[in-house]
């Protein structure tokens, strides 16, 4: 089984940053995809950035050039550097590990991003 911990998540103002940080534990093979999701009330749950483990890269179009996603392999941790946040970035943020075969994923309990003055 794999477990996944986040950590970083709070308050912070509009055009702040905060940068969220995921650890994963158990039994952890090398070829997959780790990555960050959020859901804001309301709305399904949504990609923000994923990271394959030889360094390809996916965001969404609406966090390009404010997140940034990074990736210790042998730490089997993931992070999520946002900038410039706005009001629309306030969702819980869930980290996710993919394996693409067999195909399964894990996902973290959640952490709370809130945007607001």
């Known amino acids: 089984q794999v477990q996944l911990v986040e950590s970083g998540g709070g308050l912070v103002q509009p055009g702040g940053s905060l940068r969220l940080s995921c650890a994963a534990s158990g039994s952890i093979f090398s070829i997959n995809v780790m990555g960050w999701y959020r859901q804001a009330p309301g709305k399904q749950r949504e990609l923000v950035a994923t990271?394959?483990?030889?360094?390809?890269?996916n965001y969404a179009t609406s966090v390009k050039g404010r997140f940034t996603i990074s990736r210790d392999n042998a730490k089997n941790t993931v992070s999520l550097q946002m900038n410039s946040l706005n009001p629309e970035d306030t969702a819980v943020y869930y980290c996710n590990l993919h394996y693409p075969s067999p195909r399964s994923d894990y996902w973290g309990q959640g952490t709370q991003v809130t945007v607001s003055s």
């Open positions: 990271l394959t483990g030889n360094g390809f890269t």
